[in-house]
């Protein structure tokens, strides 16, 4: 029988990459999407015509309740938070009633409306924060540095106090940062790939960025839309760290993308106090050991193929060779 899933936040990056997955593995998949006054569908526009776009918000309970009602999914995947780490230091209240409240809104709905759903939360490795061990991994304590990385441990407990409380087939993803040609322009990553592509094709003159010492774990998003659901077809839920287990600063970031078409990144780039931040999380790497083991996944694309690939990606779009990001 053909399994239904949906997708909160499928206009994002990862619900793009999740719905492209679950459509090739044969599923129906339904998108939440809020409602704007500008089309936002950019990164799943080229699968309109294979996806059902339903409106909802996370904000909004009785539109959670109504939508699993109407659609009976098997499957949830909580994709939608207001994710972006520098925004929620200016906009706390709200970073906490979407990225925290809005998954206890979604849980609460699955447990109205049918407990048997399977649920995946997008948990993050901000809750590692200031980091209490190297490297984390599920055992690691958390150490959230932002609003954003206290939304998302509350987040996280949430969904294990649910599993346990009532029994729901409930998983959190703990994912280390990951990129793609579909980033946001704010993340520093695709910030860095378009600015190199406009640089090369003489449209901009220099990169303006914060903090070049921190690190990251950085992997490829299309392969860590497999580890979510392949976290929701076990046996039984539980909660894995997805990482690549390698770290690379943003200066690292830096050198690859400019080296990549032929430019010095030191002649472009100026350190620019208003991309700091009030607390900084200076170290990420993740040990996904549970996951090769339990899951059988590890990630195809290494950090140079991740800048690679998010570069030409943006030399193509920037320069007329590619129409979207899709
Ligand atoms: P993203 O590109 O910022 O997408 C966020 C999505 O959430 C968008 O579709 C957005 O809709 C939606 N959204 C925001 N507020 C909403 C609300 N009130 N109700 C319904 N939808 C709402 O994020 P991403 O990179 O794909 O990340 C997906 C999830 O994984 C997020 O929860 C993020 O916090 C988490 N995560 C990401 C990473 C990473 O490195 N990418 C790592 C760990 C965890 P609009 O298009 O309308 O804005
Ligand atoms: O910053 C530094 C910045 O905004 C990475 C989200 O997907 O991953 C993401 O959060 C690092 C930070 O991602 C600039 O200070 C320097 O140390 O790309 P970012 P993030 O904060 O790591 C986690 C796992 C999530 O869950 C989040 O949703 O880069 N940095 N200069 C800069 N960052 C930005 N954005 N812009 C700069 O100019």
Same mark, same amino acid.
């Given at each position: 029988m053909t399994k239904r899933a949906l997708i909160t936040g499928i206009t994002g990056q990862d619900g793009s990459y999740l719905a492209e997955f679950l459509l090739d593995a044969g599923y129906e998949v339904i998108g939440m999407v809020r409602r704007s006054s500008? @089309?936002?569908?950019e990164r799943i526009a080229h699968l309109q015509d294979r996806i059902a776009t339903v409106h909802g918000d996370l904000l909004d309970q009785a539109s959670l309740i109504e939508l699993l009602r109407t659609y009976e999914p098997d499957e949830v995947y909580n994709l939608a938070a207001q994710s972006f780490v520098q925004t929620s230091f200016g906009q706390p209240v709200l970073t906490g009633d979407v990225t925290a409240l809005g998954v206890t809104r979604i849980l609460d709905a699955i447990r109205i409306v049918n407990p048997a759903i399977r649920f995946y939360q997008a948990s993050s490795s901000e809750m590692f924060g200031k980091v209490v061990e190297v490297p984390q991994s599920e055992t690691t304590p958390f150490y959230p540095r932002s609003p954003y990385g206290v939304a998302k441990v509350y987040g996280h407990w949430i969904t294990v106090n649910y599993r346990e409380s009532y029994d729901l087939f409930a998983c959190s993803g703990i994912l280390f940062n990951h990129e793609s040609p +579909? +980033?946001?322009?704010?993340f520093v990553t695709r910030k860095i790939s378009n600015a190199v592509a406009k640089i090369k094709l003489g449209r901009a003159e220099e990169l303006r960025l914060g903090n070049l010492d921190a690190k990251r774990d950085w992997g490829f998003a299309g392969d860590y839309v497999r580890a979510m659901w392949k976290m929701l077809q076990q046996d039984s839920p539980d909660d894995y760290v997805v990482s690549t287990g390698e770290t690379h600063s943003v200066r690292e970031f830096c050198e690859v993308a400019f080296g990549h078409v032929g430019l010095d990144w030191e002649q472009y780039v100026v350190v620019d106090e #208003?991309?700091? +931040?009030? #607390?900084? @999380?200076?170290l990420l790497v993740g040990d996904s050991s549970k996951a090769l083991t339990e899951l059988d996944w590890s990630p195809e694309v290494d950090f140079e193929q991740l800048v690679t690939m998010m570069v030409d990606a943006d030399m193509d779009l920037l320069s007329g060779r590619l129409d979207a990001i899709g």
């Open positions: 500008t @089309v936002t569908f +579909r +980033r946001g322009l704010e #208003a991309f700091f +931040r009030p #607390a900084e @999380v200076d």
